[in-house]
């Protein structure tokens, strides 16, 4: 198959394009041959952070000329890099780490190129999304990316319980201040899942933490998870030797799940309740007929 060409041909008009270019979420080998010679080949690279771009392209001895393109500016700066590629310039669009436009900005400056008829060239690579899911040990067949959870607790139980019936392995990104909250929210909303921290994916202190969230919400207590980390949630294990004891008391059956979670005795009514296919209302009612 013939591969398209880098740049657009028009003998009519110079017409310049966007490459969505792929970069390192850490080890910096981790970057195509290929987005390295865009990165070269660029007219203008429009970074997340320049600060931060600039350590990959020093390493990588490229010399190319940089702008700001993030969160807070991506309106404006949008508008003006469109222009300039109306008159010809090659921009390259990068993030600190991985690819642009997951949970990163880049979907505006790719919508209005589009509205405006200038091409847009994905050049593929890193990706913590990715990276996470296949080295988790969770299906990987269907799965969900939910990105950031908000950081609301109120707003992020509420998306936590609209997750709730997701049979998909759930990928969400989080901050490493907000994980200890995150896992003990998904624990009472989702209940016992298998669960996997992934922090510094391809760096040196690389980890995966595996369990399921009761564990990991222990484990993370014991030894809070910095650096970047993606959070994954498998779906429901309703078989095997992994099927709650609803065959016992509600009472024993909360008992057992405060010594074996370390959880309080609201948070192990919830989780029993869910087992049993009970409303908080019923178990309750049912926890004060075992007395």
Do not use: W
């Amino acid at each position: 198959m013939e591969s398209p060409p880098e740049v657009p041909q028009n003998a009519a008009k110079p017409t310049g394009c966007l490459y969505i270019v792929a970069t390192p979420i850490g080890n910096l080998e981790d970057i195509t041959v290929r987005a390295l010679r865009i990165l070269g080949e660029a007219d203008l690279i429009a970074c997340e952070d320049t600060r931060h771009t600039a350590k990959l392209l020093n390493h990588y001895s490229i010399r190319k000329p940089t702008i700001s393109y993030h969160e807070h500016n991506e309106v404006t700066r949008s508008a003006e890099l469109v222009l300039r590629m109306e008159e010809g310039a090659r921009i390259a669009l990068v993030s600190d780490a991985g690819t642009p436009g997951i949970s990163d900005p880049g979907y505006r400056l790719v919508s209005l190129c589009l509205r405006h008829h200038v091409p847009v060239l994905p050049i593929p690579g890193a990706s913590a999304l990715m990276t996470a899911l296949v080295a988790s040990g969770l299906p990987v067949d269907e799965f969900l990316f939910v990105g950031f959870l908000p950081s609301r607790t109120g707003e992020r139980r509420k998306a936590l319980e609209r997750l709730d019936r997701e049979q998909r392995t759930l990928v969400i990104y989080e901050a490493p201040h907000r994980l200890a909250d995150t896992l003990t929210d998904a624990l009472d909303k989702l209940g016992r899942r298998p669960a996997v921290i992934a922090r510094e994916l391809t760096k040196i202190h690389e980890e995966f933490l595996r369990g399921d969230l009761a564990e990991l919400v222990v484990k993370n207590a014991q030894q809070p998870a910095r650096g970047e980390i993606t959070l994954l949630i498998g779906p429901p294990d309703l078989t095997g030797a992994d099927l709650p004891a609803t065959t016992q008391p509600l009472q024993a059956r909360v008992e057992q799940i405060i010594r074996e979670q370390s959880v309080d005795r609201k948070a192990a009514l919830k989780l029993a309740a869910r087992e049993r296919g009970l409303t908080k209302r019923e178990a309750y009612k049912q926890l004060l007929s075992d007395y």
